[in-house]
C-alpha cells in the first residue's frame, strides 16, 4: 500500500462548477501539505501549501487538512478550463527536503 | 529569471546505452532534486542533494543509476546501461533553504522524457 493514495481520475467536471479533490495518507508524521498543479508536458507547480490541520484559502482555492482522519482536500471554485491539469498532492514530515507525492488526479474542465 | 533548465527535453536511445540527463538549478538554490514520473509508479524522489553533497539516495532504484553535483549550477543524472523499464519522464527541481511557508517550494524544470527502445 502506498504512503499516499490519490484518485487518479479522470475528473470531468463542466466550467463554473466546484472542484473538490483529495488525498489520504498513511503516516501520522506528516505535517506539511501541499498541493501542485501540472499541466500536460511540464512540471509541477505548487499551487498551496498548509502546515497541520486546519483551512487555507488562496483566490478560488482552498486547501483543508485532517490530520486526526489522514485526510486531505483541495477545492477549486468556479472552475475554468485552465484549470484542465493533474493535481498532485504531496506531504513531508518536516519542511523542506523529502517529499512523497500522491499518483494525481487528472481533472478536466469543460467549456 | 530563468527557472530550472533541464536538457535534452527528449531523449531516445536504445537498451543498453548510456544516457545522461542534465539539470541546471535556479540561481542561489542549495537543493536539487532528481524525480522520475511514470503512470504506473507517479512521481518518485530518485537523489537530493544539498550544497552539492548527496543527502538520501535510497530512491535510486539500482546501482545503473548514478547522480552528481560537481558544483551549484549543475547536475547530472546517469543511467548505464539503460533498459526499456527505464522509460519516464525524469525531472529535476531546486530549492531555497532557510524559509518557511509557502516559500519553502521545490521548483521544477520541464522535465527530460526518456524512451528506451
Known amino acids: 500500500q502506498k504512503e499516499v493514495e490519490q484518485d487518479p481520475g479522470p475528473l470531468s467536471v463542466p466550467e463554473g462548477a466546484i472542484v473538490s479533490l483529495n488525498c489520504t495518507y498513511s503516516n501520522s508524521a506528516f505535517q506539511y501539505f501541499m498541493w501542485y498543479r501540472q499541466y500536460s508536458r511540464k512540471g509541477p507547480e505548487l499551487l498551496m501549501y498548509?502546515?497541520?490541520?486546519g483551512n487555507k484559502e488562496d483566490g478560488r482555492f482552498t486547501a483543508q487538512v485532517d490530520k486526526s482522519s489522514k485526510y486531505i482536500s483541495l477545492f477549486i471554485r468556479d472552475s475554468q478550463p485552465s484549470d484542465s491539469a493533474t493535481y498532485l498532492c504531496a506531504m513531508n514530515k518536516a519542511a523542506g527536503n523529502k517529499l512523497t507525492f500522491g499518483g494525481g488526479t487528472r481533472v478536466l474542465v469543460k467549456p | 529569471d530563468a527557472g530550472v533548465i533541464q536538457s535534452p527535453r527528449h531523449e531516445v536511445t536504445e537498451m543498453g546505452q548510456e544516457v545522461t540527463l542534465r539539470c541546471k538549478p535556479i540561481s542561489g538554490h542549495d537543493y536539487l532534486f532528481w524525480y522520475r514520473q511514470t503512470m504506473m509508479r507517479g512521481l518518485e524522489l530518485l537523489i537530493y542533494?544539498?550544497?552539492?553533497?548527496?543527502?538520501?539516495d535510497s530512491g535510486m532504484p539500482e546501482d545503473r543509476f548514478s547522480a552528481k553535483m560537481p558544483n551549484a549550477s549543475f547536475s547530472t543524472l546517469k543511467i548505464q546501461p539503460s533498459e526499456p523499464r527505464d522509460s519516464a519522464v525524469y525531472f529535476c527541481?531546486?530549492?531555497?533553504?532557510?524559509?518557511?511557508?509557502?516559500?519553502?517550494?521545490?521548483?521544477f524544470g520541464p522535465g527530460t522524457r526518456l524512451t528506451v527502445l
Open positions: 542533494f544539498n550544497n552539492n553533497v548527496p543527502i538520501d
Open positions: 498548509t502546515y497541520s490541520s
Open positions: 527541481a531546486s530549492r531555497l533553504s532557510g524559509t518557511r511557508g509557502s516559500t519553502d517550494t521545490q521548483y
